[in-house]
């Protein structure tokens, strides 16, 4: 199992969204083995060449089946360095599990090792569990206001159900990435936060606002662009590239003095 204090080079932040098909007399939220996935949100970050690049996606049922939900799923965990997600160890990954076996899909490794992942390993990093140091939960809403992330702007888990019935499968996949990128800033602002320094937010994060800028399809994400905490980290992150643009540039030019000296 990876160490938490390794930082990967690439991460994926996922959600998943769901019906259930239980309906509880009280109200209250029905058991976990009740639910089918019918949304999932994968946010990507991977950090090339000192350059962050995002791959942001989400598929709902209706669009493909719920066999290529599962199977994407598998797929884009096998190929991640590190997992992250907000009380998945309790919900996303044993709802997924659980749906692959309904599904008769056993041959899914990266879901079953995901699923299977150690509380206190670093392959799955559930923000649920570290922002609480492994006592109670709370929801991802309440840290992200915290923190200065925007999330459920456009709806909230409690509102699948009913649109998916009515067959608002768009509201349902914005949704849903929104909370998988929500996840992903959450996991920068733990990882700067843990290993105190600020670069490992500012410098994503800022690139992240490109990406929205510049992929059309994604202008629903804007108000991560406009967000307090984004605010904060454009600036920061262009003095951290400033200054590590002249680092390089004086190593240059050491390296350049130095090879003179030998050609002497």
């Known amino acids: 199992m990876r160490n938490q204090l390794h930082l990967p080079n690439s991460v994926l932040a996922y959600d998943i969204e769901t019906v259930s098909t239980a309906q509880m007399p009280d109200g209250s939220f029905p058991p976990w083995p009740t639910h089918i996935p019918v949304a999932i949100g994968f946010a990507r970050a991977e950090l090339r060449d000192t350059v962050w690049r995002f791959d942001l996606e989400a598929l709902v049922v209706g669009e493909v089946d719920e066999d290529k939900l599962l199977r994407e799923a598998d797929r884009r965990m096998r190929e991640a ?10 919900f996303d990954a044993l709802v997924l599990r659980l749906a692959a076996q309904r599904r008769r899909l056993f041959g899914l490794s990266g879901l079953a090792d995901h699923a299977a992942a150690h509380r206190f390993g670093g392959d799955h990093v559930d923000l649920a569990d570290l922002y609480a140091s492994y006592g109670r939960k709370v929801s991802l809403a309440s840290i992200c206001d915290e923190v200065g992330i925007p999330v459920k702007t456009s709806t909230s888990g409690g509102d699948v159900a009913a649109l998916w019935q009515a067959g608002q499968i768009a509201q349902i996949r914005d949704y ?3 909370d998988a990128v929500a996840t992903l800033c959450l996991w920068f602002a733990w990882s700067a936060a843990r290993h105190a320094d600020e670069t490992l937010i500012t410098r994503p994060l800022a690139a992240l606002a490109r990406h929205i800028e510049s992929t059309p399809t994604l202008d629903y994400l804007q108000p991560f662009v406009d967000c307090e905490l984004m605010r904060w980290a454009r600036p920061k992150a ?11 540039a004086q190593r240059k030019l050491e390296q350049q003095e130095q090879e003179r000296s030998f050609v002497s």
Request: aromatic share 4%; no cysteine; charged share 20%.
């Open 176 to 178: 849903v990435l929104e």
């Open 81 to 90: 360095e590190a997992i992250t997600s907000f009380n998945g160890r309790q």
């Open 238 to 248: 262009l003095q951290a590239d400033i200054a590590a643009a002249l680092v390089r």
